[in-house]
């Protein structure tokens, strides 16, 4: 078997896809309470070439007024499909997501004990009882042919994935601000901290003013 060969095999053997990050953090690591460069940010999120844009209820909320008002050309048939963690069924605004333009379809992730709302996705998945369960989300994406996850959240998301060893990859730029108080307590890892571990560096760049830092995730 020819080394590409290989890859694709263990890319099919793989039971979970490729999990990355990316985050626009200030200088403490905060995800919030400042400007990001968003032109300079979703520029450099096209490195991946997700299959899937993986986004937290909170992150989809934070943009209610912009999905309200946006643009909306339709469905992308080339673009990744959006999958929405939302245990809690907040989340309503499904057809204003699925017509933004960015992705070819929209994926509600929920749990058994999600209650019925009024804004039912097309299409959703139950993985877990009382809330999502990640690992088991991620394992039917990769089930459906998902090779790559663009994981697009605050820290809430992120560092649930890190906890649970499910990040494949952090990608981090940097923006030369200090958030102070207006970060919160949004750091690009969550509240709570994940367990100590080491990352391997696999790139580093200054973009202007801005670094972009890239980790693997040791296992
Ligand atoms: N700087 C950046 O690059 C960037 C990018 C995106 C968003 N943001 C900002 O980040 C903020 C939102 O971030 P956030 O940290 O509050 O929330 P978030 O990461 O967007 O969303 C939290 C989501 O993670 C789920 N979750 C957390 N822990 C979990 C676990 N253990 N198991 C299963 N699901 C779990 C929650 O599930 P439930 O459904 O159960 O609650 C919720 O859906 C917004 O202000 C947004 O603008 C910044």
Not at 87 to 103: F, K, Q
Not at 110 to 121: H, L, N, V
Not at 185 to 199: K, N, R, V
Request: avoid cysteine.
């Amino acid at each position: 078997m020819t080394s590409a060969g290989g890859r694709g095999y263990v890319q099919l053997m793989r039971e979970l896809p490729h999990v990355v990050a990316h985050v626009a953090v200030s200088l403490e690591g905060a995800t919030t309470g400042f400007e990001p460069d968003l032109a300079r940010f979703y520029a450099l999120a096209q490195t991946w070439h997700e299959d899937v844009t993986l986004v937290g209820a909170d992150t989809i909320l934070a943009q209610k007024a912009a999905l309200a008002h946006g643009p909306r050309p339709g469905p992308a048939p080339d673009g990744p499909l959006l999958a929405v963690v939302d245990s809690s069924a907040r989340v309503h605004e499904w057809r204003a997501l699925r017509d933004a333009g960015h992705w070819s379809g929209v994926l509600a992730l929920r749990a058994a004990s999600t209650p019925k709302s009024g804004g039912e996705p097309p299409e959703k998945l139950v993985v877990g009882r009382e809330r999502v369960d990640l690992r088991a989300a991620l394992a039917a994406l990769a089930a459906r042919g998902a090779a790559t996850v663009r994981v697009d959240s605050g820290g809430a998301l992120i560092g649930a994935l890190l906890a649970k060893g499910l990040l494949d990859e952090v990608s981090l730029l940097v923006h030369p601000v200090f958030a102070g108080h207006g970060g919160g307590h949004h750091h690009w890892y969550g509240p709570s901290h994940p367990p100590a571990g080491t990352f391997v560096l696999a790139g580093n760049e200054t973009i202007g003013d801005l670094v972009w830092l890239r980790y693997q995730v040791s296992r």
